[in-house]
């Protein structure tokens, strides 16, 4: 069964911390997509990996960065948190198929950055 | 700029009946659309999708539709469930398994 695991459920942190969230697949997708939720906003996408140690911005890279050591991890790291990136943050995953669209998702992480 | 839109944020249906939910598009170079239910604190889940060279695509109570001349897609539950209350997001593929998500229309499907 596909799963997709995020290491928190919900977080607080304080304004100006480092946080990482860390995201892991057990299905050997090669890629690996970072998103936050707002309301109003839909999902929008930070970053994406479609390769160990590849990243490509997405929509909104600004204030965060990722990481991808090895394949089934895929980290984003906010180098310095602030309130405007209090959201929920959803990580995906896909196979390298260019006929496979769909992405699967895991639990998301709600982060309060006060 | 908001290239995939749910104009109707929420949505509300009797059990039973036929629930159709709604979307836009503006980038013409989208070729792929696809569906996803989320429930709250859960992450959204794939429902069902369509290539731009259809126009229909059915999957038991769920049928999508596009028209492409239009820009529009919809996706219709038929009979709507009280499990079907859920939000609902509308995503278009723009090349390389990237996906643009629109704004979600929620739905409540009441007994």
């Known amino acids: 069964d596909v799963k997709v695991t995020q290491s928190s459920r919900y977080l607080v942190k304080r304004t100006g911390e480092k946080v990482f969230l860390e995201c892991v697949q057990d299905?050997?997708?090669?890629?690996m997509f970072w998103y936050r939720q707002d309301p109003g906003l839909g999902l929008r996408l930070i970053y994406f990996?479609?390769?160990?140690?590849?990243?490509e911005k997405g929509d909104i890279p600004e204030g965060y960065s990722v990481s991808r050591e090895k394949k089934e991890r895929f980290s984003l790291i906010l180098e310095s948190a602030s309130t405007n990136q209090t959201s929920m943050y959803l990580c995906?995953?896909?196979?390298?198929?260019?006929?496979?669209?769909?992405?699967?998702f895991g639990p998301g992480t709600r982060l309060t950055v006060t | 700029d908001q290239q995939v839109k749910q104009n109707s944020p929420s949505l509300s249906v009797q059990e039973g009946r036929i629930s159709i939910l709604n979307c836009d598009y503006t980038n013409s170079m989208f070729d792929y659309f696809l569906w996803y239910k989320k429930y709250p604190a859960e992450g959204p889940t794939f429902l069902i999708s369509?290539?731009?060279?259809?126009d229909k695509n059915e999957d038991g109570r769920f049928t999508v539709f596009l028209n492409k001349s239009a820009k529009h897609l919809s996706l219709h539950i038929v009979p709507s469930q009280p499990g079907d209350s859920a939000v609902y997001f509308c995503a278009a593929s723009r090349g390389f398994q990237k996906l643009v998500f629109g704004t979600g229309t929620r739905l409540l499907v009441s007994p």
């Open positions: 995906a995953s896909s196979p390298l198929d260019r006929d496979l669209y769909e992405q699967y």
């Open positions: 990996s479609y390769d160990v140690k590849m990243k």
């Open positions: 299905m050997d997708h090669e890629n």
């Open positions: 369509i290539s731009s060279i259809k």
